[in-house]
């Protein structure tokens, strides 16, 4: 099929996704016959490292064959904490509020550092990180924890060591999402949020982080599907749509001249408003660069068949998309080389990948990030006598935000906790837990030394409350230990110690279950503020 340098250039500007972990006959189509320059990966195309690899390079091989004058860019959502893609075999590194509690910024530029390294053995050349949100509102149900705490001066540092870490280790770094998603009460996912702060409250706090981070040189910037009064005056017109935010905010008065890509456009706030491909046009019209269409191959058909007939028709002008097309291509030139893939033998990993050294790095980051909020009359450490019996009690874990992974809601806080003190039951309840599994809970609770109690992002009203506070009734040695949200403590008041994790990966819950010991010593401090409990 030959296309023409219109239709390539548009093939540029797309970044799709797919199902599977080896390249689908769609995908290969899309490459070949529309010249689609950007692939997204999620856990869905995840195997072992070594099938990553295989797949990016699998990838790349057919976009070579395709004649694409670069190779792919391939980017993931590997932000570590909650939101990461990579698997078996890499290291589970922290995320951001874990990162934000050390207190010490060059804990990010190690982190971003590692991530980045990890990335680009697989074949990964662009990391959606860092998240440049300040998240200042304890309600917020996107951003929480993957921000690095709730003021602007804490994001800009933190986010500034992982944007050098990062491109340290060769990979495309990108800052999101603009101009800022800390302060909303909706996600952008299942609907369309509003942020109606002055444009000088704006500029003192959510974009301060973006314009610090840009001085720095940022490499790509994504687009928040979220509506902004104070500088789109078009009644619920998201960021992404918006030339007032990509071209004459961003663009004009920031000066960026970095690519802008958008969110996925099958988030809710497009897909069910505007639509996913009229969306695609707008954006581009606005000033974005490259279109994110994740998910469905019919969306992802539409998408490039629309805004060629935009650019067709005039309404896409072709210096708007030839000034597209150029940013992405330098962004290419300075990052991707056909040296760097092994398009004639099998690729193989080093011994670095996933190390021993990578996992010892991130041991002491935890150390240092997970929080002892409370420990009110030294309840703990917790003895290590054999015969103290202990309850460990939490709920099923069902991922909080639609950005998480669902291969990583497994549990591991009881067995953590059971590895080290053999005299210990676990239960897990429901979520929420049901009066009935409260109330048998509570009818033994006082049979033990202490009950340690898993909590998962709690929310006013939630039965995770009366179930800590039925257990307090019957046990004066009771422990919480958040394990994604460090709020969950404004519910909490009465509870005699409290620890905050910030996540609930493998070595946090490992790092949280020898300090209830007294194994390790914990420093971290909270990065955000807890709310009184009346309002929260």
Same mark, same amino acid.
């Given at each position: 099929?030959?296309?023409?340098?219109?239709?390539?250039?548009?093939?540029?500007?797309?970044?799709? #996704?797919?199902?599977?972990?080896?390249? %689908? !006959? +769609?995908?290969?189509?899309?490459?070949?016959?529309?010249? $689609?320059? *950007?692939?997204?990966?999620?856990?869905?195309?995840?195997?072992?490292?070594?099938?990553?690899?295989?797949?990016?390079?699998?990838?790349?091989?057919?976009?070579?064959?395709?004649?694409?004058?670069?190779?792919?860019?391939?980017?993931?959502?590997?932000?570590?904490?909650?939101?990461?893609?990579?698997?078996?075999?890499?290291?589970v590194l922290p995320g951001q509020m874990l990162l934000g509690a050390t207190g010490r910024s060059e804990n990010a530029y190690i982190t971003g550092l590692l991530t980045g390294k990890e990335l680009k053995e697989l074949g990964v050349n662009w990391n959606l990180a860092p998240v440049l949100d300040v998240n200042n509102n304890p309600k917020n149900p996107v951003? #929480?924890?993957?921000?690095?705490?709730? %003021? !602007? +001066?804490?994001?800009?540092?933190?986010?500034?060591?992982? $944007?050098? *870490?990062?491109?340290?280790?060769?990979?495309?770094?990108?800052?999101?999402?603009?101009?800022?998603?800390?302060?909303?009460?909706?996600?952008?996912?299942?609907?369309?949020?509003?942020?109606?702060?002055?444009?000088?409250?704006?500029?003192?706090?959510?974009?301060?982080?973006?314009?610090?981070?840009?001085?720095?040189?940022?490499?790509?910037?994504?687009?928040?599907?979220?509506?902004?009064?104070?500088?789109?005056?078009?009644?619920?017109?998201?960021?992404?749509?918006?030339?007032?935010?990509?071209?004459?905010?961003?663009?004009?008065?920031?000066?960026?001249?970095?690519?802008?890509?958008?969110?996925?456009?099958?988030?809710?706030?497009?897909?069910?408003?505007?639509?996913?491909?009229?969306?695609?046009?707008?954006?581009?019209?606005?000033?974005?660069?490259?279109?994110?269409?994740?998910?469905?191959?019919?969306?992802?058909?539409?998408?490039?068949?629309?805004?060629?007939?935009?650019?067709?028709?005039?309404?896409?002008?072709?210096?708007?998309?030839?000034?597209?097309?150029?940013?992405?291509?330098?962004?290419?030139?300075?990052?991707?080389?056909?040296?760097?893939?092994?398009?004639?033998?099998?690729?193989?990993?080093?011994?670095?990948?996933?190390?021993?050294?990578?996992?010892?790095?991130?041991?002491?980051?935890?150390?240092?990030?997970?929080?002892?909020?409370?420990?009110?009359?030294?309840?703990?450490?917790?003895?290590?006598?054999?015969?103290?019996?202990?309850?460990?009690?939490?709920?099923?874990?069902?991922?909080?935000?639609?950005?998480?992974?669902?291969?990583?809601?497994?549990?591991?806080?009881?067995?953590?906790?059971?590895?080290?003190?053999?005299?210990?039951?676990?239960?897990?309840?429901?979520?929420?837990?049901?009066?009935?599994?409260?109330?048998?809970?509570?009818?033994?609770?006082?049979?033990?030394?202490?009950?340690?109690?898993?909590?998962?992002?709690?929310?006013?009203?939630?039965?995770?409350?009366?179930?800590?506070?039925?257990?307090?009734?019957?046990?004066?040695?009771?422990?919480?230990?958040?394990?994604?949200?460090?709020?969950?403590?404004?519910?909490?008041?009465?509870?005699?110690?409290?620890?905050?994790?910030?996540?609930?990966?493998?070595?946090?819950?490992?790092?949280?279950?020898?300090?209830?010991?007294?194994?390790?010593?914990?420093?971290?401090?909270?990065?955000?503020?807890?709310?009184?409990?009346?309002?929260?």
């Open positions: 099929m030959n296309l023409s340098e219109t239709e390539k250039k548009i093939g540029q500007l797309m970044v799709f #996704g797919f199902k599977g972990k080896t390249p %689908t !006959p +769609e995908i290969k189509k899309l490459i070949h016959e529309h010249h $689609v320059g *950007g692939i997204i990966l999620f856990g869905r195309n995840i195997g072992t490292p070594n099938e990553v690899l295989q797949l990016t390079t699998d990838l790349q091989r057919i976009a070579k064959d395709a004649g694409h004058e670069k190779p792919l860019l391939i980017c993931i959502d590997q932000e570590n904490g909650v939101v990461r893609r990579l698997g078996e075999g890499s290291t951003i #929480g924890v993957r921000s690095y705490g709730e %003021t !602007p +001066e804490m994001v800009s540092e933190f986010g500034k060591q992982a $944007v050098q *870490g990062m491109q340290d280790a060769g990979i495309i770094t990108t800052l999101k999402h603009f101009p800022g998603h800390g302060d909303t009460s909706v996600d952008s996912h299942l609907d369309l949020p509003t942020i109606s702060h002055d444009l000088e409250r704006l500029e003192n706090i959510e974009l301060k982080p973006f314009m610090e981070c840009m001085e720095q040189g940022a490499d790509t910037i994504m687009s928040a599907h979220v509506y902004f009064p104070a500088i789109e005056e078009r009644e619920n017109v998201p960021a992404t749509l918006s030339k007032k935010v990509i071209t004459d905010l961003l663009r004009t008065k920031l000066g960026f001249n970095g690519v802008v890509t958008t969110d996925c456009m099958e988030m809710n706030a497009i897909s069910e408003t505007i639509g996913t491909a009229e969306g695609a046009v707008e954006a581009i019209k606005a000033g974005v660069d490259l279109i994110m269409v994740s998910h469905l191959q019919s969306r992802q058909y539409e998408t490039i068949d629309l805004i060629a007939k935009a650019v067709d028709s005039g309404e896409i002008s072709m210096e708007i998309l030839n000034s597209a097309y150029q940013r992405v291509m330098e962004l290419k030139n300075k990052y991707l080389t056909w040296e760097d893939i092994p398009l004639h033998e099998a690729p193989k990993l080093s011994s670095d990948f996933g190390s021993k050294f990578h996992e010892s790095e991130a041991y002491e980051i935890y150390k240092q990030g997970i929080t002892m909020v409370k420990n009110k009359n030294d309840i703990l450490p917790l003895s290590t006598v054999e015969s103290d019996r202990l309850l460990v009690v939490y709920p099923q874990n069902s991922y909080a935000m639609q950005v998480e992974d669902k291969r990583y809601s497994t549990f591991s806080l009881g067995k953590a906790i059971k590895d080290i003190h053999q005299n210990t039951d676990i239960l897990e309840l429901s979520n929420p837990p049901t009066k009935d599994e409260i109330d048998h809970v509570a009818s033994f609770a006082n049979d033990y030394e202490a009950v340690i109690v898993g909590t998962l992002t709690v929310k006013h009203e939630d039965a995770q409350v009366k179930l800590v506070q039925e257990i307090v009734r019957k046990n004066d040695s009771v422990i919480v230990v958040a394990t994604r949200s460090p709020y969950d403590i404004a519910y909490l008041p009465e509870v005699p110690a409290y620890l905050a994790t910030y996540e609930f990966t493998h070595p946090a819950l490992i790092t949280v279950a020898n300090a209830l010991f007294g194994k390790v010593k914990v420093k971290g401090k909270l990065p955000v503020t807890l709310p009184k409990r009346r309002g929260v």
